[in-house]
């Protein structure tokens, strides 16, 4: 029995039965249990592409010399049934289950996956897995990423079929340039959760909790440098590797091969853990503090160090910066940017990504391992002469994002640009609405204090993008940022310790050490410590009433937060004022805004999540009453409707 398989590679040119296929090609079945790890045909089926596009050749038409009629694939179904028994649909395939954005999503990673199945010859091999494959698929497996950009806005017909190549090589010119967007394969979960954790904390308890092991993440920021080369009045002109290139001399490849490590010149220092001695040992055993003896540090314990810094010390990675300069080195690095970022951005198209990394104006900073593999990156559009640079691209290979490779990349981008352009103090990045969190883990930040005349020409508004800044300072060295950070938590508990007495531990009280009689009884006055706390005894008599606050309260909190920043929520902030809009509360008779659920929030007055979520609701609801559909308030209602929407059905998802 024959089936067909869809070739084309073009989203446009396929149905949406050709897509569902496509995505379930590459998705595990919702019903196995874990043991279909995508559809695959059963034995008897045999699997050909479809005759849409493989009759097209530089032959011409065929068909006047005749065919077989038992040769004609033209009117094969397509495959349908797994060799597991479940259909394309069980396969996490349904655009109705996913919704069109998903959907779609899913559609241009399955895209991109054919595309390097193709290459490899092994389109129709459904057992085919290597190593950039099974990186991919895992893309398939997350609802919504960080890997999907926003679509550029075009605010005329020009701008939208204005060629792509045009922003690459000319001076920043706001009637024609494209809008790009800063894209991070990483998650917001990546690298710094531990940092996140210790935040929640109280800082003196900190001290006493905190381990020497904890699973590390990593983080990825943005960037890179220029040369330091100044642009000249004419534009300049995309360059593109040249079709052979003749292989380095030995000393060329000699000083490519160079054991120069990091692009600042600077060798992290190892961090190790502290070792307990045998009291120390005992104590902990007896339920005392291990930080409260003699031998105690006098600052928080040390940290194993990460994956990333160990190969960098060992020489297994390096940091180099790169550029479009014609040179063989350049292009083999420029080469690996370009492959990974292709592989890492799916959503992105292949020629837009090559264009761009190629692209003499713009500039590099990658990770390369034993020799030129690269398996992480940034890059960036330096302007050093109106201070800021523009992030383009952010990606590492999935298979080392558990290694600290984007915490670190970042940390070196900041001091190479420091060093390179010491007059480029800020980064203006447009990011996607899921990826902000990563990025204000960066230090980035969604209030731009840059003037919007440095910047408003070259970098323009991304339709459900939002634009962030970072602003770098000039007495912080990135590159010793665990040194910077424990003189300034030791700074806070010294002072902490001039005020608090938390930090002193008593020994036990001996009326209960193992060998005493029992049913002794202790004046709470007689307890060391107690009495110099400020305890009173009619504090044992009051009844405390915590304010109760659940997880629904916390949660509520944080998406009204992701409310309040949204780019688009600025007219829902406040109440509307009947001054300036006199007739409104005519015809609005129960008004809401963000800023009232906010107080409703903070008091308690939401019993469950369907009356925060009716409360949002009435505020698009009175919006899209009182403007009409052509207005700008109208269509920023609908936008953070579906936002919330959104971010509610994940909240669904990751609950099961």
Known sequence: MKVAYPASDQLSQLNGTQRALKIARHSPCAICDGSCSALHPPLDVDVVLDQQFTNESC???????????????????????????????????????????EFAR????????????????????????????????????????????????????????????????????????????????????DDDDDDDEEEDRPLAARMALKTSTRAEKSTRPPASKRSGKTRGKASHKAQTAPVSLLPPSEPEEAQMNGAVNGVNGHVNGVKVEDVMDQSQLSRLAAGVTVDTGANAPAGPPGRTEKIAITEMRRGVIQITPVENDSQPRSFIILAGLKTLFQKQLPNMPREYIA??????NSRGLAIIKRGFKVVGGICFRPFPHRG?????????????????????????????????????????????????????????????TLDRSVWAAYIKDYEGGTIMQCTMLNKVDYLDKPN?????????????????????????????????????????????????????????????????????????????????????????????????VPDYYDVITKPMDFSTMEHKLETNQYPNIDAFVADAQLVFDNCKTYNPEHTIYHRNAIKIEKYLKDQLLEELKRDG
Request: aromatic share 8%; net charge negative.
């Open 106 to 189: 899913r559609t241009r990673v399955a895209i991109r996956l054919d595309e390097l199945l193709h290459d490899a010859g092994k389109l129709l091999d459904f057992q085919y897995r290597d190593e950039d494959i099974v990186s991919l698929r895992r893309q398939m497996r997350i609802p919504v990423s960080l890997v999907s950009p926003p679509i550029p806005a075009t605010s005329s017909p020009e701008q939208a079929s204005s060629p792509v190549s045009s922003i690459l090589s000319d001076p920043p010119q706001p009637s024609n340039k494209r809008r790009r967007i800063s894209i991070s394969s990483l998650s917001d979960d």
């Open 59 to 101: 032959l011409g038409d065929l068909g006047q010399y005749g065919s077989d009629a038992d040769d004609d694939d033209s009117d094969l179904p397509y495959l349908q049934m797994c060799a597991c028994g479940h259909d394309v649909r069980d396969h996490n395939a349904d655009e109705i289950e996913l919704e069109p954005a």
């Open 388 to 448: 800021f640079a523009e992030i383009v691209f952010f990606a590492t290979a999935s298979a080392d994002q558990e290694k600290g490779y984007g915490g670190m990349l970042m940390d070196h981008f900041k001091a190479h640009i420091k060093s390179a352009y010491p007059e480029m103090m800020h980064f203006l990045t447009y990011a996607d609405n899921y990826a902000v969190g990563y990025f204000e883990k960066q230090g980035f930040s969604k209030d731009i």
């Open 484 to 580: 910077i950070l424990a003189q300034q938590q030791e700074a806070v508990m010294t002072k902490i310790r001039q005020m608090s007495r938390s930090h002193i531990v008593y020994p036990g009280l001996p009326q209960f050490q193992p060998g005493e009689p029992g049913g002794v009884t202790v004046d709470p006055k007689d307890v060391p410590g107690l009495r110099e706390s400020g305890w009173t005894l009619k504090m044992a008599m009051e009844e405390v009433r915590p304010v109760s606050r659940n997880a629904d309260t916390y949660y509520l909190e944080r998406i009204l937060k992701e409310l309040q920043g949204h780019p688009q929520a600025w007219a829902f902030l406040q109440p509307v004022k009947a001054e300036e």
């Open 355 to 360: 264009r761009l990394v190629l692209d003499s």
